[in-house]
Every structure is written in structure tokens, then in C-alpha cells.
T-cell receptor
Framework: NAGVTQTPKFRILKIGQSMTLQCTQDMNHNYMYWYRQDPGMGLKLIYYSVGAGITDKGEVPNGYNVSRSTTEDFPLRLELAAPSQTSVYFC????????????FGDGTRLSIL | EDQVTQSPEALRLQEGESSSLNCSYTVSGLRGLFWYRQDPGKGPEFLFTLYSAGEEKEKERLKATLTKKESFLHITAPKPEDSATYLCAVQGYGSSNTGKLIFGQGTTLQVKP
């Protein structure tokens, strides 16, 4: 029962570097999401996708990009990493976009130094 | 603006000492209220969805209830393995086509043997 798998689990980047956070799900869910979680704050939605080829911005999209070429994969790209992007990033998926629970991966812990 | 506030921030209980966690919300039309459990270093794990005032859901020692302004997560005779952070999230009608969830900051529960 893999569910939602995120890689890497940990990463340290230097300011200005770029990287891609990987997310894949095996539940055949059309809907996928990226959140960030900062200490003392609730999870914030970065981007979401309603299906392959369709993505849209969430609450805090600046500094990030996404793509969705397959149902299974939803990578998140950081361009020109900044210290403010130090956070824990969670990918989630759901079977519907309304009223359906979202199922989360175990996160990528990212530090930008 | 949709908002979720959880209280208390932290709760310490002795094993067997029952208590309740609170989730107060403001949303323009509730589509669903979700409870999640999050263990350290892990992603949120789905517990319950509540859709309308008066609804209740139970799972083992946990019972979630919902009114028009708040939800409670009642923990009966907790065990040390119930120690975790409990997250509450809401989805409003305004977000029903984006899947956006508004999360509270969470309540960290510690149950001592």
C-alpha cells in the first residue's frame, strides 16, 4: 500500500540553487496538491492539479512551478531557492476535488542556506 | 475570509484521562470538515470527514462532532500511542472547485503512561 510517495525525504540547498521535489501516487487519483507546512502555521496550498495537463495556483505559488504529464506524478520545482522556502513540503491526492479527504505523503524537509 | 483556529495548542494527559480538542471555524458555506492525525516526521493521516451540524463519527477512542461554528475531537481513555498532533481543516463552497483546505495550526497531544 504505497499511497503517496515523496522523494527526497531531506534536502539542503544553497541560495539560488534549483531542485525538483518528486511526488507519485498509485491510487489513480485525478486530483493532486502541494502544500507547505511551517512551524506554528497551518498547511498552505501551493499548487493543485485536477488531472493530467491541468494545474493551477493555490494560496502561495510564488517561487514554485509544477507540471502534470501523467495521472501518477506531480513534481514541484523550486527555481532560485530562497531562505523563505525553507519548509516541509507535502504532496497529497484525492479521488474528488470537493468533500473528499486528501491523502498525504510523508513530506520533504527542505532547508535553504 | 475562511479561518480555522484550534485549541489548545498543546495538551498533556495521563493515560486514561479523557479530554476534548476544539476546532473553531469561519467559512462561507461548509462543504466538509476534516480531522487528521500527524506523527512526528510523517504526513497527515486522514481520520474523519464531517459534513453537517449534528453529525458524529467514531473510530476507536476518538469521536468527532460538529456544530455550525466548531468541531470537537473527543478522546476517551487515551493511551500513549494516541500521542500526536491533531489537525483540523475545512473546505468551503468557495473552494469546492479548487480542493483547497484551510488548516488550523494543530493541537499537539501527549499522553503519559
Amino acid at each position: 500500500n504505497a499511497g503517496v510517495t515523496q522523494t527526497p525525504k531531506f534536502r539542503i540547498l544553497k541560495i539560488g540553487q534549483s531542485m525538483t521535489l518528486q511526488c507519485t501516487q498509485d491510487m489513480n487519483h485525478n486530483y493532486m496538491y502541494w502544500y507547505r507546512q511551517d512551524p506554528g502555521m497551518g498547511l498552505k496550498l501551493i499548487y493543485y492539479s485536477v488531472g493530467a495537463g491541468i494545474t493551477d495556483k493555490g494560496e502561495v505559488p510564488n517561487g514554485y512551478n509544477v507540471s502534470r504529464s501523467t495521472t501518477e506524478d506531480f513534481p514541484l520545482r523550486l527555481e532560485l531557492a530562497a531562505p523563505s522556502q525553507t519548509s516541509v513540503y507535502f504532496c497529497a491526492s484525492s479521488s474528488g476535488i470537493s468533500n473528499q479527504p486528501q491523502h498525504f505523503g510523508d513530506g520533504t524537509r527542505l532547508s535553504i542556506l | 475570509e475562511d479561518q480555522v483556529t484550534q485549541s489548545p495548542e498543546a495538551l498533556r494527559l495521563q493515560e486514561g484521562e479523557s479530554s476534548s480538542l476544539n476546532c473553531s471555524y469561519t467559512v462561507s458555506g461548509l462543504r466538509g470538515l476534516f480531522w487528521y492525525r500527524q506523527d512526528p516526521g510523517k504526513g497527515p493521516e486522514f481520520l474523519f470527514t464531517l459534513y453537517s451540524a449534528g453529525e458524529e463519527k467514531e473510530k476507536e477512542r476518538l469521536k468527532a462532532t460538529l456544530t455550525k461554528k466548531e468541531s470537537f475531537l473527543h478522546i476517551t481513555a487515551p493511551k500513549p500511542e494516541d500521542s500526536a498532533t491533531y489537525l483540523c481543516a475545512v473546505q468551503g463552497y468557495g473552494s469546492s472547485n479548487t480542493g483547497k483546505l484551510i488548516f488550523g495550526q494543530g493541537t499537539t497531544l501527549q499522553v503519559k503512561p
